[in-house]
Structures are given as C-alpha cells and as structure tokens.
C-alpha cells in the first residue's frame, strides 16, 4: 500500500512499489548516464517503453550539450510513457562516499524538481538514483532523497505531488520508514 505523506504546504508525497513507466504522472525522472545514450536497469525500461523518438531526442540533447555530468537534469518529451515530459538526470557512481557522492546525489533530486517547476509540471516521479547499477548504498540514498525533495519543494511550488517509485522491497521499506504517518 501507498505511505502518503501531507506537507504543511499541501504538497503530497509518496512512496510506491513498482515500475515506474507504468505511472501516470506529469513528469518521470529517468536515472541516465553522461551520455543520455540508454542503457540497463530504469534507463533501459523508460526508453523501451518511450519508444525510439526518446533514444532520438536525448542523442540530439547530448551532442548540442554535451555529456551531462552527475548531479545534473535535463528534460525531453515523454513519447510512448503516460507523462508529459522525462527528465534525465545523472546520478553519482559510488566511491566509497569521500568523492561528492552525497552532494551530487542531492543535487540530482533538487534540479529534476526544479526543472519540473520550471516545464509547468505538478507532479514528478523519482526511482531511486544511483542505488542500481551506480551502486550507491540505499539507506543514505533514501535519507538523500527525502530530505532533497523537501528541502527543494519551496522552490518548485507549481509542484504539488511527488512520487517515490521504488522497485525493490528494500527500498520500498526504507522510503516508507522515512515518511511520517498520514
Ligand atoms: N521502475 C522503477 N525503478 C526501477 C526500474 C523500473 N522499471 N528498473 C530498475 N529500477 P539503475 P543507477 C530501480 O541501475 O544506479 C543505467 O544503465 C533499481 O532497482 O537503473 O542510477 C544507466 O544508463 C534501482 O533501485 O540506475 C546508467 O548507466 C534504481 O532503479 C546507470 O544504469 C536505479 O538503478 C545508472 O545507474
């Protein structure tokens, strides 16, 4: 079962288990690489489920920018997925935590949602970046994420609901832990 939680600004946040790109949101955050080229876990699922005009649009993203450094977001359309737009962030590689992983993960969760914001979107889904293939240990990630996106959320105030979209019970439990009681 969902854990919603109601801020004192009417925002709303939630934690669910499950597949990301069967969400209907305004915005999906999608864990990339530098490259925006696709690849496995998250990244694999929402640009199978976008369709090619996805792997199109973030190739076009990359070579106008350049590599995406971790930390970063950019957005591109939603094509195939029940969203308006995707926004592509880079989360940090786990290190051993003494290379920035901590802020640059931080950074990821703050820039999507003002991104969000600033593309007019209310509602914004998050999976749970760098805790796949980045390897980054889930409970700090989970404690990053959470305090991020309220930390953020003054910022962002055309957003009124965010969404935790985790895959795996481990996650699911220590999201859940870490937002109050209804
Ligand atoms: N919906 C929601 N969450 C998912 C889904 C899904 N369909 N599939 C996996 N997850 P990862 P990273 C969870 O590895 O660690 C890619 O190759 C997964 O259980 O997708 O940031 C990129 O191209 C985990 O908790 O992303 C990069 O090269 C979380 O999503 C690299 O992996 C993140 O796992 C990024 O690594």
């Given at each position: 079962m969902a854990k919603i939680e109601t801020m004192k600004t009417g925002v709303t946040i939630e934690v669910i288990q499950g597949d990301i790109t069967a969400l209907e949101a305004d915005g999906i955050v999608n864990a990339a690489n530098s490259g925006l080229q696709g690849g496995g876990g998250v990244d694999?699922?929402?640009?199978?489920?976008?369709?090619?005009?996805?792997?199109?649009?973030?190739?076009?993203?990359a070579a106008?920018?350049?590599?995406?450094?971790?930390?970063?977001?950019?957005?591109?359309?939603?094509?195939?997925?029940?969203?308006?737009?995707?926004?592509?962030?880079v989360g940090p590689v786990?290190?051993?935590?003494?290379?920035?992983?901590?802020?640059?993960?931080?950074?990821?969760?703050?820039?999507?949602l003002l991104l969000a914001h600033?593309?007019?979107?209310?509602?914004?889904?998050?999976?749970?970046?760098?805790?796949?293939v980045y390897g980054y240990p889930k409970k700090p990630a989970a404690e990053i994420a959470?305090?991020?996106?309220?930390?953020?959320?003054?910022e962002a105030p055309g957003i009124t609901r965010v969404l935790f979209v985790c895959f795996d019970a481990e996650n699911y439990r220590l999201y859940q832990s870490l937002l109050e009681s209804p």
């Open positions: 694999g699922a929402i640009h199978r489920a976008a369709g090619p005009g996805l792997l199109a649009e973030c190739r076009a993203i106008r920018q350049g590599p995406c450094p971790a930390g970063e977001a950019v957005v591109s359309a939603g094509y195939n997925l029940r969203c308006k737009k995707i926004i592509h962030t786990w290190r051993g935590g003494g290379s920035g992983e901590a802020g640059r993960l931080g950074s990821c969760y703050r820039k999507s600033q593309e007019g979107l209310e509602s914004l889904a998050f999976p749970n970046i760098s805790t796949g959470v305090q991020a996106v309220k930390a953020a959320l003054p």
